[in-house]
């Protein structure tokens, strides 16, 4: 079984930063294609963020420009740096990995992800 356990949330001003991190208990998650979503009290899931296997990177429009996904290809862990942070990037985000390697394509779409991690909150306040 796969585990993923992200870290790095808590609360922060709005234009402040946050890095979020994400390790997977594989030793080496090279070729997957992973992400992260967030998901604020009373809303559904949002796709923030994916890289592929190959490197692509996709951006959910709400943060291009702010964020930016990376990770280490031969070792752990996945990265999500915030900046410029508003309000409304309020929530519990949360990384994923494909069931596969070189999944092709993967994106933002909830359903292409295997594994999930339980979350971790982040806060932005005025």
């Known amino acids: 079984q796969v585990h993923l356990v992200e870290s790095g949330g808590g609360s922060v001003q709005a234009g402040g930063s946050l890095r979020l991190s994400c390790v997977v208990s594989?030793?080496?998650?090279?070729?997957?294609?992973m992400a992260w979503f967030r998901q604020a009290a009373g809303t559904e899931s949002e796709g923030v963020a994916s890289?592929?296997?190959?490197?692509?990177?996709t951006y959910g429009d709400s943060v291009k420009g702010r964020f930016t996904i990376s990770r280490d290809n031969a070792k752990n862990p996945l990265y999500l740096q915030m900046t410029s942070l508003k309000l409304e990037d309020t929530g519990r985000y949360s990384c994923?990995?494909?069931?596969?390697?070189?999944?092709?394509?993967?994106?933002?779409?909830?359903?292409?992800?295997?594994?999930w991690g339980q979350g971790t909150p982040v806060t932005v306040s005025s």
């Open positions: 594989e030793y080496s998650h090279d070729g997957y294609s």
């Open positions: 890289i592929d296997g190959d490197g692509t990177t």
């Open positions: 994923a990995r494909t069931r596969w390697p070189n999944s092709g394509r993967t994106g933002l779409a909830p359903y292409r992800y295997f594994y």
